[in-house]
């Protein structure tokens, strides 16, 4: 992974040097991924978090400030790394797949292209996060993000950088497809990334009807719940690929907020300063990607979820 990973920012690298684009294309993408826009909407999450919070934490919790320097790491490093990523992927395709841009959207109305762009962008997203949860070598990788266990709208940001080479190899594709002359893509970037980052937030939101389509903080958190099953609420935005694929387990109103982060602590977190009594042998013990299914599960045990706090499937073992 590493090494197609640098093979992948040489060439986007090469190709934006080439044109003389390298320098504005990095801090167009710094605009866009952690501008005055996305530092805007995280902090009026943040102030949404003081006042109607699902957890009760201080603000200068451990998790909080953990995960702020995780988003500064990714507006020095992440923000480049990603950048340079889309433009090799988007390159090699329109080089090697041309046949895939849709030169008929060039004719739909600006909002219609941004917003099936967006769902398409979701569909290979919600993908990909499937497939980190399934291949064990990928699982390492993204349960970076699944060990805050005080989460926050900045948990967002809290990621391994090896991550994204998955993630936006498979949202390009989408852009290039149906936005041959990507001269919206900045705008849908950042529109996504403030959709994406908003399940995060440590508020009991549902969103009520809403809920039922778009991913909202409490159907979220039931992905990161500590007891799992961490295969379920998959979805970055839109719960229709949770619900098509029976993976939609959506929150009970009123339900108390559930506990956060992976069972044993298999990698070492910032909480754990402050706890007791747990051996080394248990915080290094990885858990194993989520398990595939014996059978689909009872639809009686998706719908609705009666506690936050245990979620069981029949067939599945929790992760």
């Known amino acids: 992974m590493a090494v197609l990973t640098v093979l992948l920012l040489f060439e986007g690298a090469a190709v934006l040097a080439r044109d003389g ?18 530092l805007l909407f995280v902090a009026a999450v943040l102030v949404c978090e003081r006042l109607w ?9 451990r998790g ?29 395709l329109m080089v090697h797949a041309s046949w895939i841009e849709a030169s008929f959207t060039a004719t739909w109305p600006r909002w219609l292209v941004v917003g099936v762009t967006l769902v398409a962008m979701d569909g290979c997203n919600w993908v990909a996060h499937w497939i ?9 990788f993204h349960a970076v993000h699944h060990t805050q266990e005080e989460l926050s709208v900045l948990t ?15 949202a390009t594709v989408p852009v290039v497809a149906l936005m ?39 159907y979220h958190r039931l992905h990161h719940a500590l007891d799992g099953p961490y295969d379920v609420n998959l979805g970055i935005v839109l719960t229709i690929w949770d619900v098509l694929a029976r993976r939609a ?41 989520s398990p595939p299914p014996s059978g689909p ?23």
């Open 21 to 38: 684009e390298l320098g504005s294309s990095l801090g167009g993408a710094l605009v866009e991924l952690a501008g005055p826009i996305v």
């Open 53 to 61: 919070p699902a957890e009760r934490r201080p603000l200068l919790a």
């Open 64 to 92: 909080h400030l953990q995960d702020a320097a995780f988003f500064v790491f990714f507006a020095a490093a992440v923000v480049p790394l990603v950048t340079l990523l889309g433009v090799a992927f988007s390159t090699l």
């Open 132 to 140: 980190e949860h399934r291949i064990g070598l990928l699982w390492r």
């Open 156 to 170: 967002t940001f809290r990621t391994h950088p090896l991550v994204h080479t998955l993630t936006f190899l498979t």
């Open 180 to 218: 041959p002359d990507q001269s919206l893509a900045p705008i849908l970037v950042t529109v996504y990334l403030c959709l994406g980052a908003l399940p995060h937030a440590n508020v009991g939101w549902s969103f009520g009807p809403v809920g039922r389509v778009l991913c909202s903080p409490a």
């Open 249 to 289: 387990v959506f929150p009970t109103r009123g339900a108390p907020a559930c506990r956060t982060g992976l069972v044993g602590r298999p990698i070492v977190v910032e909480q754990a300063a402050r706890a007791t009594g747990r051996s080394a042998s248990s915080r290094l013990r990885w858990p194993s990607p």
């Open 297 to 319: 599960p009872r639809r009686t045990d998706l719908g609705v979820a009666p506690q936050c706090v245990s979620i069981r499937f029949p067939g599945r073992t929790a992760a």
